[in-house]
């Protein structure tokens, strides 16, 4: 399975014209996830030819402008692409009310549902599917700031049935065989 990690942006608070703002597209089998969303990412985005439309996902560490402040000009360029799937953000408190504000007070909508999960403690499960699993570790920051593990998972092993009856494995051991476990018969 692929695992590849795109930097859109890695640049500090101030942008530069050679650094955007912080913001990573993590792309895990046929998932995208985007990873912090600086001032510059939707540009990135369209530079390095990533469907904006196929991001599901989209995950900030913390609440300074450098990591979230080009979101809702992504939420709305999915929105006047007419997109109709779902969007998750997973981010700190406030990020939700933050997001409201902006399409309230400017009168917009979006095409789609928004769901946004609050991410409020190490080691809390994010997101899972068949092909990965995403979790939040702590980050040391001026501010509540959260990094996420992104694993992928193990494919279950697949053993030949000629082995197992030349090996003589019970049945009872097969299973933890396919989950990667080891399998010692009485003889070593």
Known sequence: MSFKVLILGSGSAL???????SSQVVE??????????GEGTQIELRRNKVKIQNLDHIFISH????????????MSTMHLLGRKNEL??????????????????AGS?????MIFHEVYEAGQLLYEN????????????????????IQEKIKLRKIKVEALARYK??????KSITEGSDYTNEEG
């Open 15 to 21: 942008p530069t014209i050679s650094s955007n703002q």
């Open 28 to 37: 895990v089998g046929n998932s995208l996830f985007l990873i912090d969303c």
């Open 63 to 74: 609440l300074h402008g450098d990591h979230f402040f080009g979101l809702v000009g992504l």
């Open 88 to 105: 998750h953000i997973h981010g700190p408190k406030g990020l939700d009310e933050i997001i409201q504000i902006q399409f309230r007070n």
């Open 109 to 113: 909508h979006l095409s789609y549902n």
């Open 130 to 149: 068949k092909e990965v699993k995403i979790t939040t570790i702590p980050l040391i920051h001026r501010i509540p700031c959260f990094g996420f593990l």
């Open 169 to 174: 494995i019970p049945i009872h051991a097969r």
